[in-house]
């Protein structure tokens, strides 16, 4: 699976979008990027997948670039409870396992 | 609740004891995976269950480590002779389908070891 890189931290006003950014320059055809988030002392919570079309769902949209090399994942209107440690998975499919490999992630805090 | 639970939240465990963590995921749910999170890092791999059947233990850091899901649902982790180098969240998860792209990973809280 390729390797994702995402900045260590960002922040964000109360109410206003959230554009986090993922690199994945070594993604290949098959590839999907998965977005998940992690809160404080909870487990991680999957948020929205792309192939390579833009994705929205009622949590987020998905902005993947015409070379698939990177993505953006956006929070059109962040709250406080949306501060958390947001990871971008590359990840195939059709192997013994869907195990996902998690970097480091991005801190998000969003300020009032 | 419908969600994958754990227990217990919390361990503590002397140098060398033997500990089981346990996985109640959501019914039905077809794979169940184990992660271990070291404190600031991402969750990483253990292993991977099918059913019954572990098809994936290639992240077990030991062959203290060791996790079984004998009738299908239910999950135990157990790590023998603990050393203080365990000590991390043990998270659960678990999904309804096999294989395929699209497989949103349901987590439960996780289960915090420390060794002292």
């Known amino acids: 699976d390729a390797k994702t890189t995402q900045p260590p931290s960002m922040d964000c006003a109360e109410g206003r979008a959230a554009n986090l950014p993922c690199n994945h320059s070594?993604?290949?055809?098959?590839?999907?990027v998965y977005w998940y988030r992690q809160i404080h002392s909870q487990g991680p919570q999957y948020i929205i997948h792309g192939l390579k079309n833009n994705e929205t769902n009622e949590m987020a949209s998905l902005i993947i670039t015409e070379d698939r090399k990177s993505s953006t994942l956006i929070l059109p209107h962040a709250t406080l409870r949306d501060t958390a440690v947001y990871y971008c998975?590359?990840?195939?499919?059709?192997?013994?396992?869907?195990?996902?490999?998690f970097g480091t992630g991005t801190l998000l805090a969003v300020q009032p | 609740g419908a969600g994958v639970s754990q227990s217990p939240r919390y361990k503590v465990a002397k140098r060398g004891q033997d500990v089981a963590l346990r996985c109640d995921p959501i019914?039905?749910?077809?794979?169940l995976f184990w992660y271990q999170q070291a404190l600031g890092q991402g969750p990483e791999f253990l292993t991977y269950?099918?059913?019954?059947?572990?098809?994936?233990k290639s992240g077990l850091p030991s062959d203290r480590f060791f996790a079984e899901r004998p009738e299908g649902s239910v999950s135990t982790l157990k790590i023998q002779r603990t050393q203080q180098e365990d000590s991390a969240v043990y998270l659960c998860a678990s999904s309804s389908i096999a294989g395929g792209p699209v497989d949103e990973q349901f987590f439960g809280p996780g289960t915090r070891l420390t060794v002292l």
């Open positions: 019914s039905g749910h077809v794979s």
């Open positions: 070594t993604i290949s055809g098959n590839e999907y």
């Open positions: 998975i590359v990840r195939g499919y059709g192997g013994a396992t869907n195990k996902l490999i």
């Open positions: 269950f099918q059913n019954e059947a572990q098809l994936d």
